[in-house]
């Protein structure tokens, strides 16, 4: 069962442009919203993080919106460059007592910025 | 500092064999994660370690997969009698045992079963 379904699968986007990847969860006890970006042959890297009590969150040309009652939320990339050409995978997670957190991915955004 | 090592990158084993899978988190990191990531999707769970103690195997797809950090730094995934379905990037992540502690990421050992 997909958890957090992510679309669109593939993006293509004009050098300056606004890149957004938008995601929706079903589990309501996630509470933790991170966002990953991946390079071929690397590991994914934390990009972003969003909890629910807030609706927007922004770092630098990156912005997290999250609309709790749609239980969905979305990354923009504005003024999108070439070395943002990755994918990009946002995932969920529930706090668990006791445990660290257990991250549950989408299946990823290939994202090509054109030069 | 280093950052979450892996070994070997690339795997190639044939049907039927054994492979161990190598897992060097950042120094400290009390929680290391498992996940497997087929091509074009997701990364998906397999098991988690808290120190030595492994807390959750919940994602381990048959009872050939196995892992283990018996001294709670490096850990070892091993998959037994290899089919081509296990065929993917096994990607390690290690954190902080603290709210919200990010997840690193290692670069992952590709695994090809021919």
């Known amino acids: 069962q997909q958890q957090v379904k992510q679309s669109p699968q593939s993006l293509i986007v004009q050098k300056g442009g606004i890149s957004i990847i938008n995601c929706a969860y079903e589990?309501?006890?996630?509470?933790?919203f991170p966002w990953y970006q991946q390079f071929p042959g690397k590991g994914p890297a934390l990009l972003i993080a969003i909890r629910p009590d807030v609706s927007e969150k922004k770092e630098g040309r990156f912005t997290i919106s999250f609309n709790k009652s749609a239980k969905q939320f979305s990354l923009h990339i504005m003024d999108s460059q070439p070395g943002d050409s990755a994918t990009y995978f946002c995932?969920?997670?529930?706090?668990?007592?006791?445990?660290?957190?257990?991250?549950?991915f989408g299946s990823g955004t290939q994202l090509t910025v054109l030069p | 500092g280093a950052g979450v090592s892996q070994s070997p990158r690339y795997k190639v084993a044939k049907r039927g064999q054994d492979v161990a899978l190598r897992c060097d988190p950042i120094?400290?990191?009390?929680?290391l994660f498992w996940y497997q990531q087929a091509l074009g999707q997701g990364p998906e769970f397999l098991t988690y370690f808290q120190n030595e103690a492994q807390l959750d195997k919940s994602g381990l797809p048959s009872d050939r997969f196995f892992a283990e950090r018996p001294e709670g730094s490096v850990s070892t995934l091993k998959i037994q009698r290899t089919q081509q379905e296990d065929s993917a990037v096994y990607l390690c992540?290690?954190?902080?045992?603290?709210?919200?502690?990010?997840?690193?990421f290692g670069n992952g050992t590709r695994l090809t079963v021919t």
């Open positions: 992540a290690s954190s902080h045992h603290r709210e919200a502690s990010p997840l690193h």
């Open positions: 120094s400290g990191h009390v929680s």
């Open positions: 995932a969920a997670s529930a706090a668990v007592s006791g445990s660290a957190r257990q991250l549950t």
């Open positions: 589990n309501t006890a996630f509470d933790y």
